[in-house]
């Protein structure tokens, strides 16, 4: 199972557009904050594509959710924008958040900075920003269970 992740596309509706054509094969696509708006246009125009939707700091106004979780491929998604965990300090607090929630994957925005890092049982993925650096990313869970982070460059 394939899922593509972006963040922070702030208002870039084409790049974002341009990514979901790029991998057609993701099903569920994590929409990491900033950039409501735009997530919302994309799941309208790809009503294929399961769009999981979470506000971020520059959402204003948006009724999305901070924080969301769910279980795909029998692994537990924790995702977030990350402005409330604070990640620009430190993954800490988001670390713990997952971890309460039992989470194989947490997936979070904010920084604008690609981060790849697995911590006992945890795997831990920002894509970095789509609006302003081109950058995402794919999750790839495989028929064994296996969860393999990708990120990519527009």
């Known amino acids: 199972m394939r899922l593509l992740i972006v963040a922070d596309v702030h208002g870039r509706l084409g790049a974002l557009l341009d990514v979901l054509d790029s991998q057609p094969t993701a099903q569920h696509v994590f929409c990491l904050g900033d950039g409501v708006e735009q997530y919302e246009e994309a799941a309208t125009l790809y009503p294929d594509r399961i769009f999981h939707i979470v506000a971020g700091n520059c959402d204003f106004g948006a009724s999305h959710p901070r924080l969301g979780e769910i279980v795909l491929a029998g692994k537990r998604i924790v995702y977030t924008h990350g402005h409330v ?5 430190g993954m800490e607090h988001a670390v713990s958040v997952a971890r ?15 981060t790849r890092h697995y911590e006992d049982g945890l795997h831990i993925f920002n894509p970095g920003s789509l609006g302003y650096h081109g950058e995402y990313g794919v999750v790839d869970i495989t028929p064994a269970g296996q969860i393999m982070t990708i990120a990519l460059r527009d």
């Open 85 to 89: 965990e604070q990640v620009k300090y």
């Open 100 to 114: 309460s929630r039992g989470a194989d994957l947490l997936l979070f925005g904010h920084t604008h900075e690609p």
